[in-house]
C-alpha cells in the first residue's frame, strides 16, 4: 500500500511523499574551540563517523577551533554531536557554536582535510 499525504512544499505548491519527508537532508557546521588541536580530535570525529549515516569534512582552522560540517538527517546529525561529546576528546572542548541548513548534497563519505 502507498500512501501520499499532501502537503505543501517550500515553493507552496506539489505534493511531498512521506519517503521525501523522511530523507530530507540537512546540514550542520559546528566550531570548536578549546584544547581540540594537536589532540586526535578530527581523527575521533572521523572514527565515530562510522556508526552514523553522515557525509561531510573535519579540519582544523588557523585560530585553534576545528570546524565540522556534516550533513545527513537531523536526528542523525544531533546523535553524533552528542557522540562526539560523550567521547574521549569531548572533554577538550570548551565551546561550540552549531549552524544549521539544509543540506547542499556536496559530500560523499567523511574526510579529514587540512
Known sequence: MIVTIQL?????????SPLEMAMKRERV???Y????????????VKT????YEVAGIVRNL????????????????????QAIRDSGVGRFIRQ????????????RGFEITQ
Open 8 to 16: 505543501h512544499n517550500a515553493d507552496g505548491f506539489g505534493f511531498i
Open 48 to 51: 565515530l563517523t562510522t556508526s
Open 62 to 81: 588557523p585560530d585553534g577551533r576545528v570546524e565540522l560540517v556534516a550533513e545527513g538527517a537531523k536526528e542523525e546529525l544531533e546523535a553524533f554531536l
Open 33 to 44: 574551540s578549546g584544547h581540540v588541536q594537536g589532540i586526535g580530535f578530527r581523527y575521533a
Open 96 to 107: 561550540e557554536q552549531a549552524h544549521w541548513a539544509e543540506a547542499k548534497n556536496e559530500f
Open 29 to 31: 557546521t559546528n566550531l
